[in-house]
Structures are given as C-alpha cells and as structure tokens.
Antibody
Framework: QVQLVESGGGLVKPGGSLRLSCATS????????MNWIRQAPGKGLEWVSY????????NYADSVKGRFTISRDNAKNSLYLQMNSLRAEDTAIYYC???????????WGQGTLVTVSS | DIQMTQSPSSLSASIGDRVTITCRAS??????LNWYQQKPGKAPQLLIY???SLQSGVPSRFSGSGSGTDFTLTISSLQPEDFATYYC?????????FGQGTKVEIK
C-alpha cells in the first residue's frame, strides 16, 4: 500500500534552517509529481511547493519563495524540503503529498511539526 | 491566486441528517474541484475529485456537484464517523488553493 512518512521536523529559532524528508513506498515514486502542503496550528491547508517527476519543474507559494527548496531523489524514493530563514509564521505541520496528474492530491503522509520560536 | 470560500464555516447536525457544504471560487475553475475530510490529529483524506468523482474506498453517501464557480459536497445520511472538518481545493491553476474549512459537529 502507498505510504508517505515525513521526518525532520522540530523546534528551530527564527532565521534558522531545517530539512524535511519524506520516505515513500508502495508506488513508483518517479512517476508522480509531489507536493508539500502545510497547516498552521488550528488553521486551514496551504500548498507550499511541488516538484515534477524529473525535478525539471518546481513551484513555490509566494510566502516561501526564495527561502524554501524542494528536491527529490528518485533512486531513494524520497522527497525533501530545505527550509531556510525560517519565520514564526512558518510554524505548521508539513505534509508530504502525492499529486495525481495535477488534478488531485490522493495520498498524504502523517505530517511533521515544525515550530519556529525563540 | 484563486480564492476559495466555503460556507458555512461550521455546522451542527444529527446522525442521519442530510448535510450540504458549499464552496465558491473567485473565478471559474471548470470542474477542477476536490473535497477532503480531516479528522483531528490526522492528515486530510481525499473524498471527491473532479467535482463529482468518488475516490476509491469512500462511502457512496458522499457526493459532489457543481461547475464553474459554485460547488457542493453532500452527505446523504450523516454517520458518526463523518464528524470532521471538510476542505475544498481547486487544482485549475497554480497555486492550488483550499477553502478555509467547514467543521461538522454533533448536534
């Protein structure tokens, strides 16, 4: 079965950096675009970034552009999010999610919590 | 960016009730509208995609309709496991955007 498992979250000071990872299994990872989507505590869902199958295309929400970098390693079936210059407003649960043909997000990981606080 | 507005923000209903949640887009999104269910402490789960297609494994009491800018999610007979927050999502254009959520609570 499809599994997405995020890791790397934690407490970081404003201005700091963190790298999130998402290990996948149960499907051909290299066939799918992948997303990062976040949810601030008690708030709604916000798309953060996506990456194409071969990493040739990436896109970011304006709120993270220039600070976050999405990447993937198809040989390791893994997705990453490098987060730099973190701000308090980046505090959220970060979900790794599979994109199906650009039309729907059909599988989500359990999320990893990132807390930005001094 | 396309703004998605859900109504109501919350509702109280009883077991067996018919529940309808609406989602309005700030511009036409054709049929590129999905619905998700999220329970506390859990990741969202896809219920409906492309406005009205039921995701595999989702009970048939869930249905979706609409086109253009106005969409609805209907639960025909509310069950105890349906108490959750529901989100709409447009994938017509990047960035994909979500509604603010509708919390369905027990009356």
């Amino acid at each position: 079965q499809v599994q997405l498992v995020e890791s790397g979250g934690g407490l970081v000071k404003p201005g700091g950096s963190l790298r999130l990872s998402c290990a996948t299994s149960g499907f051909t990872f290299s066939d799918y675009y992948m997303n990062w989507i976040r949810q601030a505590p008690g708030k709604g869902l916000e798309w953060v970034s996506y990456i194409s199958t071969s990493s040739s295309h990436t896109n970011y929400a304006d709120s993270v552009k220039g600070r976050f970098t999405i990447s993937r390693d198809n040989a390791k079936n893994s997705l990453y999010l490098q987060m730099n210059s973190l701000r308090a407003e980046d505090t959220a649960i970060y979900y790794c999610a599979r994109d199906y043909s650009g039309d729907k997000t059909d599988y989500w990981g359990q999320g990893t919590l990132v807390t930005v606080s001094s | 960016d396309i703004q998605m507005t859900q109504s109501p923000s919350s509702l109280s209903a009883s077991i067996g009730d018919r529940v309808t949640i609406t989602c309005r887009a700030s511009q036409s999104i054709a049929s590129y509208l999905n619905w998700y269910q999220q329970k506390p402490g859990k990741a969202p789960q896809l219920l409906i995609y492309a406005t009205s297609s039921l995701q595999s494994g989702v009970p048939s009491r869930f249905s979706g309709s609409g086109s253009g800018t106005d969409f609805t999610l209907t639960i025909s007979s509310l069950q105890p496991e349906d108490f959750a927050t529901y989100y709409c999502q447009q994938t017509y254009s990047t960035p994909q955007t979500f509604g603010q959520g509708t919390k369905v609570e027990i009356k």
